[in-house]
């Protein structure tokens, strides 16, 4: 049910993913996607119902692959991982990455290290999780967020952990 591969070639149209409904994990890390591949990856996901890991690091999407991966989070219940990790992605993305994890509510991890989301999508970031209480890793390496925020982003991750492992004590 895993499915790697090196070298891939997507086209707009998205067809990789929907027509696979046992597919669970696609792992397409450095495959030169870019933002074109991104978007007919996010296609795919918008219809896609089995998968659960989409590793996307390496890519170089950009801002605007990321926004329409974000745009395809917003609309899919079943992808609990997604690595982002090395695509150039921006502060732009991280509003867009905000969105989703405000209103997402099954993704639990998120790789997106080694992105120059900058001090004002680290804030935004933030603002974002303030809702989220499923989110157990959130691996912000290297993204040139404020340490102010990443403290806050780590309080919420934490919160979630004990939440859902049940040792949250319920007043």
């Not at 502060?91 to 989301?117: D, M, P, R, T, Y």
């Not at 993204?143 to 403290?151: A, G, K, L, V």
């Amino acid at each position: 049910k895993q499915w790697y591969q090196r070298r891939v070639a997507i086209t707009p149209g998205g067809k990789l993913l929907p027509v696979n409904k046992i597919l669970e994990e696609v792992n397409l890390c450095d495959n030169n996607i870019q933002a074109e591949g991104a978007s007919a990856i996010a296609f795919s996901l918008k219809r896609n119902s089995t998968l659960k890991t989409l590793n996307l690091k390496l890519n170089r999407i950009g801002d605007e692959g990321g926004r329409n991966i974000c745009q395809a989070l917003m609309q899919t219940s079943t992808l609990l991982h997604i690595d982002l990790s090395s695509n150039g992605l921006g502060e732009h993305v991280a509003a867009n990455l905000a969105e989703v994890l405000s209103h997402n509510q099954s993704l639990e991890h998120i790789i997106i290290a080694c992105n120059k989301l900058g001090v004002a999508g680290g804030r935004v970031l933030q603002e974002g999780l303030e809702n989220n209480k499923v989110l157990q890793t959130f691996d912000l390496r290297l993204t040139d967020i404020s340490q102010q925020s990443e403290h806050s982003i780590m309080n919420v991750i934490k919160s979630n952990k004990e939440k859902s492992s049940g040792s949250a004590i319920i007043a």
